[in-house]
C-alpha cells in the first residue's frame, strides 16, 4: 500500500499557521495530499493533529496560510464553503449521530438535505453502505441501541453518503472499547483499499503500518518528519520520531 498515487493533490495546505491565544499550535504547516492516498498523523498530545485535521474542512480557522480541496481555496465562510465543507466528510471520537433519529435517517440526512438527493435515492444508498459497514441489521434503531463501535461505523457510512471527495478521522477509535476498534479499523482499511483519500489521526500504529501511503509525525505544532509506513516505523530520521516511538512500541 505503499505507492503513491499521481495528479495534482486533491488537499493542499500551504503555509498554514494557527495559534490559541499565545499558543502557536499549527506553525507554518505545508502538506500534500494526493488523490487516493492515505495519510496517516500521529505525534504525541498537544502537537497539533486534530487541529490540522479539523482545519482541513474549516472547523477551526487558520489566521495564515491557505487550504484548497481540489483546486479549489477553501473560503472563510458563507455558501462556498459550506459546498466545499460537503466534499471532506469527517469522522470524531465522538459519534455526534442524532439520538433522535433512526439509523437509517441518521445516514440519510445529508444526502437528502445538502445534496437534495430524492428521498428513495437516498434511502437505497444509505442501506448499501450501512451494509458496507456491516450494521445493515440495525436500520431501524436507533444510536443508544448500537454498541459504541457499531455507531462510529453508522457514523462512517453517513460520512460516505455525502460521496466526499475526502474523509477525514480525528482519532476515530479513542473513545471506544478495546474490541471494539478493530471492527472500525477493518471498515477503514476497507475504504483505503478502494482508493478513498483519507487523512487519519490515530494512535494506532498498526492501521498506521496496514493502510497508510504516508505517516506524518508531529510535534509541537510542526510537521517533523514524514515518510513511507515501513521506513518511518524502521528507521526514524529525527531524534523526536525516535524517542517518541521508543515510548510506544516498547509494550
Not at 437509517?104 to 458496507?132: I, Q
Request: hydrophobic share 40%; aromatic share 4%.
Amino acid at each position: 500500500m505503499t505507492s503513491r498515487p499521481n495528479g495534482e493533490p486533491l488537499v493542499r495546505l500551504s503555509g498554514v499557521n494557527k495559534w490559541f491565544g499565545e499558543l502557536h499550535v499549527l506553525q507554518d504547516i505545508d502538506l500534500d495530499i494526493a488523490r487516493g492516498e492515505v495519510v496517516v498523523v500521529i505525534g504525541p498530545s498537544g502537537s497539533g493533529k486534530s487541529t490540522l485535521c479539523r482545519a482541513i474542512n474549516r472547523l477551526e480557522p487558520i489566521e495564515k496560510g491557505e487550504i484548497s480541496i481540489d483546486g479549489e481555496r477553501l473560503p472563510d465562510e458563507g455558501k462556498d464553503l459550506a459546498r466545499l465543507r460537503a466534499d471532506v466528510g469527517m469522522v470524531f471520537q465522538s459519534f455526534n449521530l442524532f439520538a433522535h433519529k433512526t439509523i437509517l435517517e441518521n445516514v440519510t440526512l445529508g444526502p437528502v438535505k445538502v445534496r437534495k438527493k430524492p428521498k428513495a435515492d437516498a434511502d437505497k444508498r444509505a442501506r448499501e453502505l450501512l451494509d458496507r459497514v456491516g450494521v445493515s441489521a440495525q436500520v431501524d434503531k436507533y444510536p443508544a441501541q448500537l454498541s459504541g463501535g457499531q455507531q462510529q461505523r453508522v457514523a462512517i457510512a453517513r460520512a460516505l453518503a455525502m460521496e466526499p471527495k475526502v474523509m477525514l478521522f480525528d482519532e476515530p477509535t479513542s473513545a471506544l472499547d478495546p474490541e471494539m476498534i478493530n471492527e472500525v479499523l477493518d471498515v477503514m482499511v476497507g475504504l483505503a483499499k478502494d482508493g478513498m483519500t483519507m487523512v487519519v489521526v490515530t494512535h494506532e500504529m498498526g492501521f498506521a503500518r496496514r493502510a497508510a501511503n504516508r505517516v506524518v509525525f508531529m510535534d509541537e505544532g510542526r510537521i517533523v518528519e514524514t515518510a513511507e509506513p515501513e521506513t518511518f516505523f524502521t528507521a526514524p530520521k529525527s531524534e523526536r520520531a525516535k524517542d517518541f516511538l521508543s515510548k510506544i512500541l516498547t509494550h
